[in-house]
């Protein structure tokens, strides 16, 4: 049997192309940028298995541009970038790559909450511009963490784990989310709440739920006026999630006290405004990037792929269905 063709959008850690290499001829982008439209179509055009990123639009288009596909695996656990009931109708099985970055996204919501509320960046920047006076009572005076509020929009991997992670702080958690977590509540005594209550109770809310047309602006200007102008909004889930222009407002006006954000409407755009805000700490879509998840999520998408090339189920495979038509 020939070797399957696939086609990796950009270079991942070394140990996910290596083991792809094992069993495929492996083609991947040279040099370290996202594909323009045009690149990406050329380049998945008449391979066996794509691996893509969340950056390349999988859309009816593009899997024009590929009918031979037998597989698709996203070097993500968000796969809003992917038109899955296009890919499912033509018999394409997609995969994610969940749990190996839990806890390095759960951990970078944390570095943002702390560093919202603490004003480390705002106060760095100060030190760098060799601004600072000394020592002041009403410097720098941020919001307390522990004994607070956490919010939890979202209670899935991620949510839960930023919300167990709260433990050695002693904070009250309540969470949003349409299933029960009995474990949220056994392990917290954490509270399910209407939307509406979320936002008026939390003093930290932090967003971890996928992005779909559910989803898109759950946070605007009318949900950061239901918000304590105390509070902090923490974003490592997906920009379009919140209203970014309409938080650019909130923060200037007082609505809310701060925000930690990871990801953007428009990446890589921030709205207008919003990087010159003090009261706003910006990452750059970090939130899985630590040395071991970066690799992990090579290894998993590697091995979801070669399942796939297979014809076997992929142990991520977010579209199931397609197993069930007998179409691979
Ligand atoms: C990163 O944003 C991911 O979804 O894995
Ligand atoms: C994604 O991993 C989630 O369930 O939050």
């Known amino acids: 049997m020939p070797r399957p063709r696939v086609y990796v959008t950009r270079r991942i850690p070394r140990p996910g192309i290596d083991l792809l290499a094992k069993t495929c001829d492996v083609e ?3 040099d370290d940028r996202p594909l323009s439209r045009e690149e990406l179509l050329d380049n998945i055009a008449g391979r066996d298995g794509v691996l893509c990123l969340l950056t390349d639009r ?4 593009a899997f024009d541009a590929c009918p031979g596909l037998k597989g698709l695996a996203n070097y993500a656990v968000g796969y809003d970038n992917i038109d899955v009931a296009e890919a499912t109708k033509r018999g394409v099985p997609i995969s994610n790559t969940p749990d190996v970055l839990t806890d390095a996204t759960a951990e970078m919501a944390w570095a943002l909450l702390f560093a919202a509320a603490r004003r480390v960046v705002e ?4 030190m760098r511009a060799g601004a600072w006076k000394g020592w002041g009572p009403l ?5 307390d963490v522990g004994g607070a509020v956490l919010g939890i929009a979202g209670a899935g991997r991620i949510g839960t784990a ?3 992670k709260s433990r050695g702080f002693g904070m009250k958690v309540l969470y949003f989310d349409r299933v029960r977590s009995e474990r949220l509540e056994k392990e917290l005594g954490a509270r399910q709440v209407e939307f509406d209550d979320l936002l008026a109770e939390s003093d930290y809310i932090s967003i971890h739920c996928p992005l779909n047309e559910q989803t898109r602006h759950l946070f605007g200007r009318e949900q950061f006026a239901k918000m304590k102008t105390s509070a902090y909004l923490i974003n490592t889930a997906r920009g379009p999630i919140i209203n970014e222009a309409e938080l650019v407002e909130a923060l200037r006006s007082g609505a809310i006290a701060g925000a ?8 890589p755009e ?3 405004g919003l990087a010159a805000l003090d009261n706003v700490v910006l990452a750059a879509h ?3 990037a630590t040395r071991s998840s970066r690799t992990n999520m090579a290894l998993k998408a590697a091995s979801n792929l070669i399942a796939m090339l297979n014809g076997d189920q992929a142990p991520d495979c977010v579209n199931p269905d397609v197993y069930r038509g007998g179409r691979v």
Not at 58 to 61: F, G, H, S, Y
Not at 123 to 126: A, E, G
Not at 139 to 143: A, E
Not at 260 to 267: R, S
């Open 28 to 30: 991947v982008n040279p």
């Open 58 to 61: 999988m859309d009816a288009r």
């Open 123 to 126: 106060s760095d920047r100060v």
């Open 139 to 143: 410097q720098f005076v941020g919001g």
């Open 162 to 164: 930023m919300a167990l």
């Open 260 to 267: 930690g954000l990871d990801v953007y409407e428009f990446e």
């Open 270 to 272: 921030t709205a207008g």
């Open 286 to 288: 970090t939130g899985s």
